[in-house]
């Protein structure tokens, strides 16, 4: 509970501050430094590792304190928006030298996770994205999302299930997420999000509000032209951003100019934990591994990265975009000299997107605006280099790049050439813009030789040599005469001072300069800021169009990644078409192929799907074999393929595929009370409900997470619904350790079985990580087992038990028409035990031999704990003589 703070007129300014944003940080601005009080103080020294203090104020006990200086704030703010909080700036509005009571202070800015302008914060090459989300309770209609990236103005909003939502989340990963007060509950239990969420009023979703707030955004009479006019849920949450960001103090919103609704069916469906599984975006393990983003990611801007990443998370499933893609790849990867001009050029280019907004909002610096032109000017040569290539497409591209020329001189004649990164460190506007500026930086850098030059001539026109020109604070600017040529003093000097030997006067020209060499560096800095406030001006009409060159540069930066990654890694143009079938030749994982140690080699294989003979591949094979890695390496081809790349393998015919879904791996989520093997069945569940011809469908390890019966049965019967789905084949990998999966062959034809071999030599295991016809009677766990470093006693033991098991046929499964019919396994308890440390021993009781059943007849007999000693002896001694009787 926050403590009570004695209001001392300080404290009573800073309580009324604070109670405007309760659960923000308040950056407290005191002279020149940032401070906190209670319970802020207490959490900005715990997360910047600040020292926290305390100290008397007023009758309060004490309260605590903890602080910074003012010029450490774009060090300090990102460490406390990086750790989720929000943070409300407090600066002083008025000059403390001005006044001589409080000095007025107010919140300049809210800044939130979600709502980040400053390079220190932001990522280059990834969005900050905020969102907002409506989760209607019951029978309401659908749930609807909205993202804003207010760093670069892109602004989207779609409709659908929680499904298609929870997908969203994943893809777009948004820093912040608003939701309706009442509704909070509804997101922890439907989502796997566990970012930053904010809870608002539930009036900053209204539809009739928003709608008004949204026509007046976009300076618009309705919503029908993007869309929106009868879609009330999309209404609401795009207006519930556009409250936030009042909320948060941010007004300035020029570069929002446009509002994009995203169809889900104009993209491959990837759902969360396909994007998570496939390590598209993000590897499982960062510290060890890499995701398919940092493999392909050889753009040279931030923008470039930026879109990489947004075409990773929605690929095509337009042919003629997929195709168009692909002959841009084509060109770059044929024309080695267009595509290294290509990747110099990129490199100048600023991040023209994030510059177009701060320019939008005010808050561009003249370095950055000198930045601007000098990357237009790139894209210009870009642009012609297009024009002029032997790619249609190419040059297609430089048509749709809006003409900036006009601004480029603009900045070029108004800035100097290297202007400072703050307004006020040093010459901002050009010499020749103003004549008034000019004089007072000849005032300011020559005053010196003006006043020599002043003296010299006075001095010449009155005849008094030992006169000289100097300053004090008292009577500014004067001419000091000895008194012995106090006769010689013109009549329009005035006189201010007599000294012991000298008097001291002052007349108009000097006075005017005092007054001008005084107030030139104010009238300077006021000058710079009305001239570069009025470039910003003019800079901010063609805001569109820097956006609008901003995304086609983008677009060229990832198809010459694209392009070079191609030949870096040797990829190949796949055919695609709108047929139905995956036909790789020598594909390649492209990931684990560029993680391998040294001098190993990725060994490829060939994976063949169509809806006719070949719709569903069992595959079977060792753990470490490389089943897993083939499923994934033919998900990741596919989806290579569809934003328009190049893919690692030879050769590959596919097919349109509409979604890529996947059941890999075991996970569970105990936050929700659901096992390893819930969180697999609902997954599961997921796929078959949403399949489609055109679907892709991994299965990896289904069932492994209960009894081996159980999982058995219901892998077998998924297979089957796979096979005889009425609504299509989706083309399918089943990878598994149960072999008995391997009968379906005989009784499914569209089943084939494979397996990846490998051969046990001496013991110890040679995977060939190839995939072969046929299926596997082996999974070779225990020799896996010995690799991992298993006690020999342990694993010794266990091929003990399997091989009884194995004799005895445990494993049996016969097919009897739509039944399947599995033998029960007896408990490994009821097996012989052995003794584990000598490894190999005899039973004991071998229940066949009639002596032994003797034995254990007289042994269960016995009354142990009347037993003596004596009577134990004897009984030792009738049983010794049992087994030396032949």
């Known amino acids: 509970m926050a403590k009570k703070i004695a209001e001392t007129p300080l404290m009573k300014q ?250 889900r069916l104009s993209y491959m469906r990837l759902d969360s934990f396909t994007l998570r599984s496939l390590e598209i975006l993000a590897p499982m393990n960062r510290e060890e591994g890499k995701s398919l983003l940092d493999i392909i990611d050889c753009t040279e801007t931030a923008m470039g990265g930026r879109l990489l990443r947004h075409w990773l998370s929605f690929p095509l499933i337009d042919l003629g975009e997929i195709h168009r893609r692909q002959r841009i790849v084509g060109d770059l990867v044929r024309g080695h000299e267009l595509r290294r001009t290509f990747t110099e050029l990129l490199l100048g280019i600023g991040d023209l997107e994030r510059l177009a907004s701060k320019a939008a909002v005010g808050r561009i610096s003249p370095r950055e605006v000198r930045q601007l032109a000098v990357s237009l000017r790139q894209i210009n040569q870009l642009g012609a280099l297009a024009s002029s290539s032997d790619s249609a497409d190419l040059a297609q591209i430089a048509t749709r790049l809006a003409p900036t020329e006009e601004l480029i001189s603009d900045i070029e004649h108004t800035l100097t050439e290297e202007p400072p990164s703050a307004l006020g460190r040093g010459a901002t506007i050009a010499p020749g813009i103003s004549p008034e500026l000019d004089e007072l930086r000849q005032l300011s850098t020559h005053g010196k030789d003006y006043l020599l030059q002043l003296q010299r001539r006075e001095s010449e026109r009155t005849g008094i040599s030992s006169l000289k020109v100097a300053f004090n604070n008292v009577f500014g600017y004067y001419v000091e005469v000895r008194s012995t040529h106090k006769d010689k003093v013109p009549e329009d000097w005035t006189r201010k001072q007599t000294l012991v030997n000298a008097e001291r006067y002052i007349f108009p020209e000097l006075k005017e300069y005092e007054e001008k060499i005084l107030g030139a560096e104010e009238r300077i800095a006021s000058l710079e800021s009305r001239l570069y406030a009025e470039l910003l001006v003019r800079l901010s009409r063609f805001i569109r169009a820097l956006q609008q060159n901003a995304r086609l540069i983008a677009e060229v930066d990832c198809l010459t990644a694209l392009s070079e990654v191609a030949v870096r890694d040797r990829y190949a143009c796949p055919v695609v078409d709108d047929g139905l079938i995956i036909d790789i030749r020598s594909g390649r994982h492209p990931v684990i192929e560029q993680q391998l140690p040294f001098g190993q080699t990725y060994v490829p294989n060939d994976v063949h799907l169509d809806e006719d003979e070949t719709q569903i591949m069992v595959i079977t094979g060792p753990n470490m074999s490389g089943k897993s890695a083939l499923l994934r390496q033919t998900a990741l081809i596919v989806l290579l393929a569809q934003i328009g790349s190049f ?81 299509g084949r989706p083309k399918t990998l089943f990878a598994t350790h149960y072999h008995e999966l391997n009968d379906l062959e005989a009784r499914l034809p569209r089943v084939k079985n494979y397996n990846v071999s490998a051969r046990e030599i001496e013991g110890k295991m040679l995977f060939l990580r190839k995939l072969v016809r046929g299926g596997s009677e082996h999974s070779f766990g225990i020799q896996v087992a010995r690799l991992g470093g298993m006690p020999q006693s342990i694993t010794t033991r266990a091929s003990e038990i399997l091989a009884q098991l194995e004799s005895a046929h445990i494993h049996e499964v016969t097919g009897l028409g739509a039944e399947v019919q599995v033998s029960r396994a007896p408990s490994p308890d009821t097996l012989p035990t052995e003794q584990i440390s000598t490894g190999v021993q005899m039973s004991f009781f071998q229940l066949d031999d009639p002596v032994l059943s003797d034995i254990r007849e007289r042994l269960l007999s016995v009354q142990i704990d009347s037993l003596t000693p004596l009577e134990a002896l004897n009984k030792l001694s009738e049983i010794q003589h049992l087994l030396k009787t032949p």
Request: net charge negative; hydrophobic share 40%.
């Open 14 to 263: 800073y309580l009324e501050l604070k109670g405007k944003h309760p659960d923000a940080i308040l950056l407290f601005r005191v002279g020149d430094f940032y401070e906190t009080f209670s319970d802020d103080a207490i959490a900005a020294a715990e997360i910047l590792g600040i020292t926290l203090t305390r100290r008397a104020n007023g009758s309060a006990m004490h309260v605590e304190l903890a602080g910074f200086p003012h010029h450490a704030l774009d060090s300090y703010l990102p460490k406390l928006v990086r750790a989720g909080r929000r943070v409300a700036i407090c600066d002083q509005l008025e000059d403390p030298k001005l006044t001589k009571k409080l000095v007025k202070r107010g919140i300049t800015e809210l800044v939130t996770p979600g709502v980040v302008l400053g390079d220190n914060v932001l990522r280059s090459k990834e969005n900050n994205y905020l969102a907002a989300l409506y989760l209607p309770s019951g029978e309401e209609g659908p749930g609807s999302i909205a993202f804003l990236d207010i760093s670069t103005g892109e602004f989207v909003v779609s409709e659908g299930s929680p499904e298609h939502l929870e997908k969203l989340l994943s893809s777009y990963q948004p820093k912040e997420v608003l939701v309706e007060r009442s509704t909070r509950s509804l997101l922890d239990r439907l989502f796997s999000y566990r970012g930053f969420v904010f809870e608002v009023e539930d009036w900053s979703f209204a539809v009739e509000n928003n709608r008004r707030k949204l026509t007046t955004h976009f300076g618009l009479q309705n919503l029908k032209g993007l869309g929106l006019e009868q879609r009330p849920a999309s209404i609401a949450v795009a207006g519930a951003i556009l409250n936030y960001l009042e909320l948060t103090s941010h007004t300035e919103l020029g570069h929002i100019t446009t509002l994009r609704s995203i169809d």
């Open 647 to 727: 893919v690692p393998a030879e050769a590959a015919h596919l097919g349109l595929t509409d979604g890529i879904f996947t059941r890999v791996g075991a996970s569970d989520n105990i936050s929700r009370g659901e096992s390893t093997f819930m969180v697999e069945m609902q997954e599961a569940s997921s796929i078959l409900n949403a399949l489609t011809p055109r679907s892709l469908v991994l299965f990896d390890e289904l069932g492994r997470g209960t009894s081996t019966y159980d999982g058995i049965s219901i892998a077998w019967a998924i297979i089957e619904y796979l096979h005889d789905n009425p609504h």
